[in-house]
């Protein structure tokens, strides 16, 4: 058995002081503790606060998403797996009646067919894959459909209107050549014989006027447009029978060069004798009795023929030269500006171009350009 050893006082000065560092280093440790503990409860109220504001957002946004849902012009569906209408916004409540949730959807849509078959629906959906759901927008474009249907109403109207026009316009020629003859025919001193050849000419105007309404009628019903095969010299012998009267009438005189016969275009031959002839009346109208209107044409090359049209009247004055062409354009009180406007359309159908020249003489100058027939010049 060891017999207790007496302590000195060092030894307990000793155990003191160890007892102290001991319980610094506890107190040291408990502080430490307390203020991991605080900073821990702060980073919990911060996430915590994070958390709160992050769902306030999220409700912030589904409260966004379901007034633009409300407000939406078009209407949005929910269709689930099994067909059926799991949500729908107002619109889509307001297009397709209810009810609606909880619906089958093809039969939804068979309902809206049957009722309002005149009603236009564009559908769009797109599958969300995760939820096995389709997204289902749908557009009312009735009132598009309508606005459409109206504007090609009034396209046709206004080709309608264009084409009233230019009928009256290729008409007027030759009805006032009608005119003139009849005013012949009425002499009393008349031969017989030339009573027999104004009533061919009269004749011959009234059977050209047909002509023109029955292409005018063709382009109505949608008829192709002719693409006859035009030797250039018979359209230049038509297109002088047209203006004989008016020739005459005025007192003007015209001078054509013969081409020849192989020289040939695709088209309508009566619309390109018609625009001619608007040619030949401008030239009269403006020059007046005395005018001289001299036609030429010829090949330029394998491809391309020329057409000039040249009197010697007052010419066009070079600040109208750009504007002549124009629909509605005139300088002259009783015309309706359409004559020029009516060739050029005719001349491009034709597959040419119309210029104004520059006439060495003075007096105006219309050059057209076409393509010569192909195999043919
Ligand atoms: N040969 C010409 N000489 C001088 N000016 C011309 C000649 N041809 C046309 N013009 C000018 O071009 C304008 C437009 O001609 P366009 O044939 O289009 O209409 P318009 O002759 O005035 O009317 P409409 O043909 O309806 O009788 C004429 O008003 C005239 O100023
Ligand atoms: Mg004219």
């Known amino acids: 058995m060891q017999q207790a050893v007496p302590l000195e006082k060092h030894d307990l000065e000793a155990a003191f002081r160890s007892l102290a560092e001991v319980s610094h280093q506890l107190d040291a440790s408990y502080r430490d ?202 359209v230049l012998g038509d ?14 005189t015209l001078s054509v060069t013969p081409v020849d016969r192989t020289l040939a275009l695709r088209g309508d031959r009566d619309a390109l004798a018609g625009a001619l002839a608007n040619l030949v009346v401008n030239a009269i109208e403006a020059g007046g009795a005395a005018v001289h209107v001299d036609v030429w044409a010829g090949a330029l090359n394998r491809e391309r023929m020329l057409l000039r049209v040249r009197d010697n009247g007052p010419g066009v004055a070079q600040e109208l030269r750009e504007r002549i062409f124009d629909p509605f354009f005139t300088t002259r009180s009783t015309g309706t500006g359409l004559g020029l406007a009516v060739v050029a359309r005719t001349v491009n159908e034709l597959g040419g171009e119309i210029r104004l020249g520059d006439s060495p003489q003075g007096g105006a100058e219309f050059i057209l350009e076409f393509p010569v027939a192909e195999g043919e010049g």
Not at 79 to 100: K, M, S, T, W, Y
Not at 239 to 251: E, M, P, S, T
């Open 239 to 252: 297109f002088q029978a047209h203006v004989q009267a008016r020739l005459q009438a005025a007192g003007a």
């Open 33 to 234: 503790l307390e203020s991991r503990v605080a900073r821990l409860n702060e980073e919990l109220a911060a996430s915590r606060s994070a958390r709160l504001d992050e769902l306030a957002e999220k409700e912030r946004l589904l409260e966004r998403l379901a007034s633009l849902m409300a407000m939406l012009p078009g209407g949005v569906l929910l269709i689930d797996e099994r067909q059926q209408v799991r949500d729908a916004n107002p619109e889509a409540v307001a297009l397709f009646g209810e009810p609606l949730l909880g619906e089958d959807w093809p039969a939804v849509q068979a309902r809206i067919r049957e009722r309002e078959p005149e009603r236009h629906l564009s559908l769009h959906s797109r599958h969300l894959a995760q939820q096995g759901e389709t997204l289902v927008l749908v557009t009312d474009t009735t009132e598009l459909h309508d606005l459409q249907a109206q504007v090609g109403r009034e396209q046709r109207l206004s080709a309608l209107g264009e084409m009233a026009a230019r009928l009256a316009h290729q008409i007027r020629t030759p009805l006032s050549s009608t005119t003139l003859y009849l005013a012949q025919l009425r002499r009393p001193d008349l031969a017989v014989a030339q009573r027999e050849r104004i009533c061919d000419r009269l004749a011959e105007r009234l059977v050209h006027m047909e002509g023109l309404i029955e292409s005018m009628l063709g382009f109505v019903r949608g008829a192709p447009p002719r693409t006859e095969l035009i030797c250039l010299q018979d």
